[in-house]
C-alpha cells in the first residue's frame, strides 16, 4: 500500500483532539441509516414477494459460488493444460532447429510444419533482439501459465505479449542467431469457451425460477382470497363465493375464517330477530296510548301527552337502530353523488338550505338506506346548530371521502371523540325540550365503519364542524 496507512475500525478515537478532551462526533444523518433498517426498506412487504426472494436468493448465491470456484479450477486446470501442450510444441521446434543449425531449408521446413501439423505461425527472424518494452498484460492466468511454462521447457530469454492480438498470442523467444516469433492462436492456449457453460447454468436457473415462480403464485392466491374475502366481510359486503383451497394450513386458516363469519352472523341474525320482537312489543302499548289520547279529545295536557308519546317513539327508533345497525339491507351499488343530492333535497323539504360540491360518477357497493341514514343523523346535527351547511365530495385511488362542513358554534377539541359515545350529550344539549337522545353520531359511525370505513370531526374552514366520512373503494 506505499507505506500508507487507512484507519478503517469505526471505533477508533478521533484525530482531532484538543488537550486530551475528547471532541464529541456526530455521524451525518444520511450515513446513520443501519444497514439492517436499508433492508427492511427495500424488502418487499407481501408475502409473495418476501417467499420468492426467499427461495431464489440460495439459488443465485450457490450458482455465483458455484461458477466461481468451477470456472476458476477451469480456467486454471484448462489453462495449464493448454499452455503446456503449445510451449511443448515450441519446445520440440527449438530442438529440431538446433539439431540442424547449418541447413538453409531448416527453418521453411519448420515455418512449414508448424502451420499445416501445430496450427501456428512460426518465424525465425535472424539478427533481430527481443523487444525492450513490456506489453500490457491483460490475462494474468494466461501470463502466468505460458511463464512458467516457458521458463520451465524452454529456459531461453523470451517475450511475451497477449493482448496485442484478439486472436493470437505473440510468442518470441531469443535464439544465439536471431528471434523465433510464435503465433499461436488464442484457442489454442487459453478456454475461450467457458460462455457456454455460463449459458447452460443461466438458462437452467431461468428455468428454476420460472417453475418456483408458478408454484409459488399458485400457493399464494388461496391467501389472497382469504384476505379479500376478510376485507370484503368487514365492509359489509358479501363473501359467499369464497371457498378453502391451497395448501393444508391455508385451508385451515379459511375453514376458521368461515366458521368466525358464520357464528358472527347467526349472532347478528339472532339480536335483529330479538330486536324486531321488542320493537314490536314496545309499539303495540304506544299505539294503544296514542288510540286512547285521541279519544280524550283535545286540550293542554293532551297535547303535552301526544309529544310526549312521539318522543317515545321516536327514541324508541333511534334505540333500535342503534342496536340493530341496519344489517339485514342487502349491499348494492350506489351512485353517492346521487345520494347526496337526495339528501340534500330532504333537507330543503324541511327548511335547511344545504349546498353541494360533488364529482360525478363515483359509485360504491353500500347500504343504501342504512348509509342515508349515517348521511341525514350528520346534516342533522349540523343544520341544528347552523344556517350554512355544505356537502364535499371527492375521490381518490384509494378511497372516497365526504365532507360535512357547517359555520355554527363546532365542539371543543377535547369532545372530537366523546360525542360518538352511545347517549352522549354536550352539556349545551343537555335540554329535555331538545330531540335528540345522543344516538345520532353513534349510529353514524357504526353504520361507516360497517362499509370498512371510518368518521372523524375536526374545525370547519366555515369556522364551525366538519364530519369527514372516509369510505374505501
Known sequence: ?????????????????????????????????????????????????????????????????????????????????????????????????????????????????????????????????????????????????LQSELEQRVARPYWLDTVSYPEYVDIRIQLPDGVMRVLPLRS????????????????????????????????????????VAAESFGKGRSSRAFKPSGALEVRRAAAAFLDMRDR??????????????????????????KLQIAILGDGPDIDDLKSDVRDMEHMLEDYLAFAKGEEGEATQIVDLAELLNEVRLDGQRHGHPIAIETETGIALPLRRSAFKRCLTNLIDNATRSADTVRLTLTSTKKSVTIFIDDNGEGIPEDQLEEVFRPFHRLDTARNLDNAGTGLGLAIARDVARSHGGEITLSRSPLGGLRAEITLPH
Open 188 to 227: 489454442r492456449v487459453y478456454a475461450t469457451n467457458s460462455h457456454i457453460f455460463l449459458v447452460w447454468m443461466g438458462g437452467a436457473s431461468l428455468l428454476l425460477i420460472a417453475i418456483a415462480i408458478l408454484f409459488l403464485r399458485n400457493q399464494i392466491r388461496p391467501i389472497e382470497r382469504l384476505a
Open 264 to 289: 358472527i352472523q347467526r349472532q347478528i341474525d339472532q339480536r335483529t330477530a330479538m330486536l324486531a320482537g321488542v320493537s314490536h312489543d314496545l309499539r303495540t302499548p304506544l299505539t294503544r296510548f
Open 1 to 145: 500500500m506505499s507505506g500508507v496507512e487507512f484507519q478503517s475500525d469505526p471505533q477508533a478515537p478521533p484525530a482531532h483532539r484538543a488537550g486530551g478532551t475528547e471532541t464529541p462526533s456526530t455521524p451525518p444523518q444520511g450515513l446513520s441509516i443501519h444497514p439492517f433498517r436499508l433492508l427492511k426498506k427495500i424488502m418487499p412487504r407481501g408475502l409473495y414477494g418476501r417467499s420468492l426472494i426467499i427461495i431464489v436468493a440460495p439459488m443465485v448465491l450457490l450458482q455465483v459460488v458455484v461458477s466461481y470456484v468451477f470456472l476458476e479450477r477451469h480456467w486454471q486446470m484448462v489453462t495449464e493444460k493448454l499452455s503446456s501442450a503449445v510451449i511443448s510444441d515450441i519446445a520440440l521446434l527449438l530442438e529440431a532447429k538446433a539439431a540442424f543449425p547449418e541447413s538453409e531449408q531448416s527453418a521453411p521446413q519448420l515455418t512449414a510444419l508448424a502451420w499445416e501439423q501445430l496450427e501456428m505461425s512460426v518465424s525465425f527472424r535472424p539478427g533481430e533482439r527481443l523487444p525492450t518494452e513490456v506489453p500490457e498484460s491483460g490475462f494474468s492466468l494466461l501470463d502466468q501459465s
